[in-house]
């Protein structure tokens, strides 16, 4: 699913011995693309499980094995199973709940059938509201199911081994919500970078006017559950009167230089987002898109449901030589999915 915002940038000017207007306009436009389809439920035993990925299980070995919960530091062999948005193996709290198998501790421990009441100690895969989870013990195999996650010799006081070592087969399947993507922006959908000269930097605060001081001119507020989270990017040619530009600052940050023709951004990422150079904020300020290429300005690498805001920051210098006219463009931004 990708949405795009597009914002139109106007600048205005006269002669600066005598004065400079800018003024930013901003139109919406809103695509929406289909979204790759959410993975199936897929563990396997092996020495490592990297996050996202979730460690179910820790077992003593690879078959005939004592287990320990997950988040235990005991045992080198992990129950591994492949990140599924929003995936854990808490057994408490909102969402969709399974118990899998119960264990008889947290750590040294047989297994059962979740079936059964003889243990106390329950191992269970949770996803959020809107997803699904289920599970069973049954012999031969786990027809009906995603993944023969593990198997057992008997339904209780059992070691518990890989899927194809004992009669007693445990299943399970789990997805995720439905993935979807929000996008929006906030305040203005038109900003004015006001009077320009070449002997200060100007910028636009939240009302959509010029300003003097470093602020941001709108948000961009986004949010996913999508497994691998989004990018945010920019489109769009630096400010433009006729044969005349104000200079895009360029793919690497720089420092803002009064009396030079600049047009640049810089991105906010004060939520768990990651702003990219050249939009590091703390870094000074970047402008690489084009008319026909786009810019990344953001990543998120884990889509946790959460709406993130990323405060935008608009600066125009001029030079001294800078031709009067009547500069603007259109920016687009567009958040997209990451698979």
Known sequence: MTQLWRKII?????????ALTALLFV???LAIMPM?????LNCSIATTCTAPNLTWLRMESSTNSHVAIGTSTDYGNLVCCDHISTLTSTCSGSGVINKIINLSSTTNAHVESS????????ACLRVATGGYVSSTVQMTDCSGYEETIASMPSTTNAHMGGPSDYIYKICASAGAPPQALTFNIYWNNSLSFGTL???????IDSDGNGTDTNTSGNSLAVSTNATYGYTISVKGATLTSGANTIAAIGASPAALAIGTSQFGIAVDD???GAALAPYILASGFGYAATA????NIV???????VTESYGIYYIANIAPSTPPGNYSTVLTYVVTANY
């Not at 790759?36 to 199936?40: H, K, L, S």
């Open 10 to 18: 106007k600048v205005t000017w006269l002669e600066w011995r005598v």
């Open 27 to 29: 139109a919406l436009a």
């Open 36 to 40: 790759q389809t959410e993975a199936t």
């Open 115 to 122: 079936s059964l009441a003889n243990y106390s100690v329950p």
């Open 197 to 203: 000269s070449p002997t200060k930097t100007r910028y």
């Open 270 to 272: 004060s939520g768990t």
């Open 292 to 295: 026909s290429t786009t810019s």
């Open 299 to 305: 990543s998120v690498s884990v889509g946790n449901g």
